[in-house]
Each structure stands twice: as C-alpha cells, then as structure tokens.
C-alpha cells in the first residue's frame, strides 16, 4: 500500500484505535483530535462520527489495520526534491570525508618524512661536518697550490 502522509495526532489515533485504546489521547485536545479522526476517516482507515471536529465514536477498518501492518512505523513519505536534497547532502558529506582523509594522508605522509629525517638526523649532520672538511681541506690546497 502506498505510503500517505500522516500528522502526529493521525498516527497517534490510528495506532490508539488498532491498540484498543480508544480514541482519547492524552496531551492532544478534542478538537485536533477530531479533525485527525475526520482525515483519517477520508483515507478510509476508520469508521467516525465526529460532530463539530468531535468524536462522537471511533473503530479501526481493515484498510487502517493493513496501512500499519505494512507500514510499522508509519513513515511518512519522501518527496523527490526531499530525496534529491538529501541525496546531494549525502554525496557533499562523503567528498568532504574524501577531503578530509586525503589531508590525513598528506599529513601522515610528512610526518613519516619529519620522523625518518629525525632519525637520520646525525647521519646528515655528520655528511654536512664531512663535505664542509673536505671543501675546506681543499680550499687550503687550492691556496697553497697557488702560493707555489
């Protein structure tokens, strides 16, 4: 059966009357109540007497029995522009997951180069003492070579 959109007080109703509940529901005045039971009556769900939005009596039809059944939690349908919109939300929030994790990546990336650099780090230092002796030494060479 096709989903229909239901107020809070229609399910609310609906499912007091498939309950055996009745029809008093408890924080919602009559008159809501009625135009609910008067709405719910047009959908073919119930059987009402409702004078001046309010109910005189109430009963559940089949029709309203099979409408639960196949429908537990009385969801009320998505529209399409809803569906596209939340759609759209849906693949904007995994490109920023996408984003953010390319990030994380780059990061961890530059961290592993930080940390290897860290731990070559005397290595590099003793290159650097090494090269500078050598272009020393052979700076004094030079000189000396050209004194002679």
């Not at 919602?28 to 039971?37: D, F, H, R």
């Not at 005397?122 to 000189?143: D, E, M, S």
Request: hydrophobic share 45%.
């Amino acid at each position: 059966m096709e989903r229909i959109y239901l107020s809070e007080t229609e399910k609310a109703l609906l499912l007091s009357l498939n309950s055996g509940n009745g029809f008093k529901l408890k924080g919602i005045n009559e008159k809501e109540i009625g135009l609910a039971a008067n709405k719910l009556k047009d959908f073919g769900f119930i059987k009402a007497i409702v004078n001046y939005n309010n109910i005189i009596d109430a009963e559940i039809l089949t029709k309203g029995e099979v409408y639960i059944k196949e429908n537990q939690g009385l969801e009320n349908p998505v529209d399409e522009n809803e569906l596209k919109r939340l759609q759209k939300e849906s693949l904007e929030y995994q490109s920023k997951i996408r984003d953010k994790e390319e990030i994380i990546r780059n990061l961890e990336i530059k961290l592993k180069r930080f940390e290897l650099i860290q731990k070559w780090k005397w290595l590099i230092g003793l290159l650097i003492f090494i090269v500078g002796f050598v272009l020393a030494n052979l700076n004094l060479l030079q000189t000396l070579i050209q004194q002679i």
